[in-house]
């Protein structure tokens, strides 16, 4: 079979070199893809939410399965496109149609949901401009910090975190008033600050079973000790030590049974990747927010710990034959580094030649902004490549990433040297 992978991150080449390994998959597609996905399969330079541009080259290739790595696609209802048209509608895609992605889509339809669900999350509320003065006036409930979440997407930028409460008052107005962060700021949800410790849970759905995939933590901040702004993700780990059976039976009981039951019973015909963002207060669950597609860098260490046929999986989900199929682990801890441009998550600049990536072989090195250019593999993107590695231990994996880090350069190369260290 031929499958085509949109997106151009860490998380395809993850999924593109997962699947290479299956001997199930005849040729991959890569949409745009990276300087790493194309030493794997075809990259094809397209935007992946131009649906008739997917449609071509679903035609064009002989495709037999679609798989979505980023949010916008499924967001602007791709899976949608797919099933209303007749040329495609038996191609099956890999991520949830445009009512299943409002979960990522949208903050106030997703608080809804667990709120309807009784899936355990912060108190809130949501806002809009005519209600600015009453969100102002629920800010004053809450102890510091204050949490504001623009509705929409927003890059991963919608989410401020304030002390002041006055501070918090400006920005609720800057994000309603003012549109900082434009249309996707249009509603603000305004919700309780939690105290505990993240992580993240993977489920994938074929809307009626559901396998729990390997648990991971990633570090946000760009910062060492986790200081500075948020980015896109510096670094992370699986599993998660603290996340062990007992808390993860509480995770499947209180969030995932709930949640795929909700989306049942709402209706909601669900095939794809779940993403549970969590925080472990006091060894209880609470689910921050959804993504309706895998976590990057996370991807980077579920799937190299996944050591059967990831295509096995996804045929589950397209044929809604999951409950049939098994899958395997290892046991060993994996973690990842993420090299990032001079600059990153502000003003950066592209273009860098990047030396000695082809010359790590203890590691595995997922190119993520990257692209070629006269035979030279140069910089593209504020998050430039992940270095994961394994090892029997966070520690010992970690040593090994770094060392391999080492071999690595170009100009202004920018990483965390404290990945995991608040769990070792």
């Known amino acids: 079979m ?14 593109t070199l997962k699947l290479s390994q299956s001997n199930k998959v005849d040729k991959l597609f890569i949409a745009p893809g ?12 397209i935007n992946p939410t131009d ?19 980023p949010e916008a696609p499924l967001v602007d209802g791709v899976h949608d496109f797919f099933l209303q048209d007749k040329d495609i509608k038996n191609v099956p895609v890999i991520g949830p149609k445009k009512d299943g992605a409002l ?8 608080k809804q949901f667990m709120e309807k669900h009784q899936i355990p999350t912060a108190r809130y509320q949501s806002f809009n401009s005519e209600t600015l003065e009453e969100g102002k006036q629920f800010l004053e409930t809450f102890n510091p910090p204050y949490v504001l979440k623009a509705d929409g997407l927003a890059a991963g930028k919608g989410v401020l ?35 505990g410790i993240e992580l993240s849970v993977f489920v994938l759905t074929d809307g009626k079973g559901y396998k729990v995939l390997p648990s ?3 570090y946000k901040r760009i910062g060492e000790g986790d200081t500075g702004l948020n980015t896109g993700g510096m ?21 995932i049974k709930p949640t795929i039951d909700g989306l049942q019973q709402d209706g909601i015909d669900y095939r794809g990747f779940i993403f549970i963002g ?6 209880d669950p609470y689910v921050i927010e959804y993504n309706v597609r895998m976590g990057d860098p996370e991807t980077e260490v579920v799937l190299p710990r996944i050591t059967s046929d990831l295509y096995d999986l996804f045929e589950g989900v397209a044929n809604q034959t999951l409950h049939e199929k098994t899958y395997e682990v290892t046991a060993k801890v994996a973690t990842t580094v993420m090299l990032v441009s001079g600059g990153y998550p502000e003003t950066y600049e592209k273009g860098k030649k990047i030396s000695g990536a082809d010359a790590v072989t203890e590691s595995i090195v997922y190119h993520a902004g990257t692209t070629e250019k006269e035979d030279s593999i140069i910089t593209n993107g504020g998050r430039v490549i992940a270095v994961t590695s394994f090892g029997d231990t966070i520690q010992e994996a970690l040593d090994v990433s770094y060392k391999s880090i080492e071999a690595i350069s170009f100009e202004k190369m920018n990483y965390r040297k404290d990945i995991g260290f608040d769990l070792i």
């Open 216 to 218: 991971a933590k990633d």
């Open 2 to 15: 031929n499958i085509l992978i949109l997106g151009s991150g860490g998380r395809e080449h993850a999924f």
């Open 235 to 255: 670094g992370a780990i699986s599993p998660v030590p603290f996340a062990n059976q007992e808390f993860l039976d509480k995770v499947e009981e209180r969030v």
């Open 278 to 283: 969590l925080m472990n207060v006091g060894g």
């Open 34 to 45: 990276n300087a790493g996905t194309q030493k794997l399969g075809t990259n094809v330079n």
């Open 51 to 69: 649906f008739e541009a997917v449609k071509k080259v679903v035609l064009d290739h002989e495709i037999g399965m679609v798989v979505v790595g």
């Open 103 to 110: 979960l990522e889509g949208s903050k106030d339809f997703s």
């Open 161 to 195: 975190i304030l002390n002041s409460l006055e501070e918090a008052k400006r920005e609720l107005e800057e994000m309603l008033s003012n549109k900082k962060f434009g249309d996707a700021s249009s509603t603000v949800v305004i919700e309780e600050f939690l105290d």
